[in-house]
């Protein structure tokens, strides 16, 4: 025999609701993120005191490289600074080319810089809607944090920048799906060696926005 109409809809109104709350909290879950890890939306924290490029267009060349064109009609190479992406031919190239796509489409894209590379390109940050892609693409385990250069960066960046790396390989994201991969910089010197790397995690709380700190073969900052 079966419940009339009215009773059935009372009964599950509050089944409705309870599922619409699980979701929400699942939702929640599913969003929150340690702050140690620096994998938020990658807002920008520090102000830049260089240039920056307002673009009009780009065109995604690899995973750290872009060709945009300026609002005053100038073509421009920038090549991200803090990252090493995989190069084309190597495995996760395409990935981290998508993932690099994927941060720039349909937004505000600028870029700033204070150098250029031996190549003329512009070496900067890219930020597309207030988003740092250069994080993004080592959150989504699309490259490395390329500590060669990391002296340069400012102490949040080179700190949040490692964090990211670290976080996405312990989550096996992208590239590090299998742990034996190698560098772009080994691969384009043709090394076929697996890649080092140290599991630390920094505070990001105290970290300052200023190129100080002393960096050692381990990347331990020192003061």
């Known amino acids: 025999m079966s419940l009339p109409t009215k009773i059935r809809v009372f009964i599950s109104i509050p089944a409705i609701i309870l599922t619409l709350t699980s979701c929400i909290s ?8 340690s702050p140690i890890a620096g994998t938020q939306n990658n807002p ?4 830049h005191s260089g240039s920056v490029i307002d673009v009009m267009n780009v065109r995604v060349i690899d995973g750290d490289t872009l060709e945009v064109i300026t609002f005053n009609g100038q073509s421009e190479r920038v090549r991200l600074f803090g990252i090493d992406a995989p190069e084309s031919k190597q495995s996760h190239g395409a990935y981290s080319t998508e993932k690099l796509q994927e941060c720039v489409n349909n937004t505000n894209v600028s870029i700033e810089w204070k ?6 390109r512009v070496v900067g940050k890219v930020v597309a809607d207030g988003k740092d892609c250069n994080l993004n693409q080592l ?11 990391q002296k340069n ?3 949040y960046d080179r700190l949040a ?6 976080t996405a390989r312990n989550e096996s994201r992208g590239l590090w799906a299998k742990l034996d991969v190698v560098a772009p910089w080994d691969y384009r ?3 076929n060696k697996s890649y080092e790397f140290n599991n630390t995690l920094y505070d990001l709380e105290k970290a300052s926005c200023n190129t100080n700190g002393i960096i050692t073969d381990n990347n331990v900052v020192v003061d």
Not at 26 to 33: A, L, T
Not at 44 to 47: G, V
Not at 161 to 166: D, G, L, P, Q
């Open 153 to 155: 960066q400012i102490e």
């Open 189 to 191: 010197k043709r090394l």
């Open 139 to 149: 959150q989504q385990g699309a490259a490395w944090h390329y500590k060669n250069y």
């Open 26 to 33: 699942n939702h929640q879950d599913i969003n929150s993120v």
């Open 44 to 47: 920008i924290k520090c102000e």
């Open 161 to 166: 920048y490692s964090n990211a790396e670290v």
């Open 115 to 120: 150098e250029r590379d031996f190549y003329k």
